[in-house]
């Protein structure tokens, strides 16, 4: 069992995000949620995954082929919003 199965739905949401490039601040602003309560969910996964930073993560995802063959639709149902970085500002 891949430690990635152990992530609740939201911290699978938070990882997508990291592993399209976004910052926290950018995922608490699509996420519609406090920045505060991302770097919770990050300090999750990387307690989960047995990682230290959010780079090394990312790589042990892709490393396991994360989230492997993930149809477009239940991506979309796990971000449940759409990525609306630009209009961010950042």
């Not at 699978?12 to 399209?20: H, K, N, Y």
């Not at 601040?25 to 406090?34: F, G, K, L, N």
């Amino acid at each position: 069992m891949s430690r990635l199965e152990l992530l609740s739905n939201r911290e699978r949401a938070v990882l997508l995000r990291m592993m399209e490039g976004l910052t926290v601040r950018e995922i608490a602003h699509v996420e519609y949620v406090s920045v505060e309560t991302v770097r919770s969910q990050v300090r999750s996964i990387l307690l989960k995954t047995g990682k230290k930073t959010q780079l090394s993560v990312v790589v042990y995802a892709y490393g396991q082929c994360w989230p492997g063959d993930l149809s477009e639709h239940v991506r979309d149902v796990i971000l449940a919003k759409p990525l609306e970085v630009a209009a961010f500002g950042g």
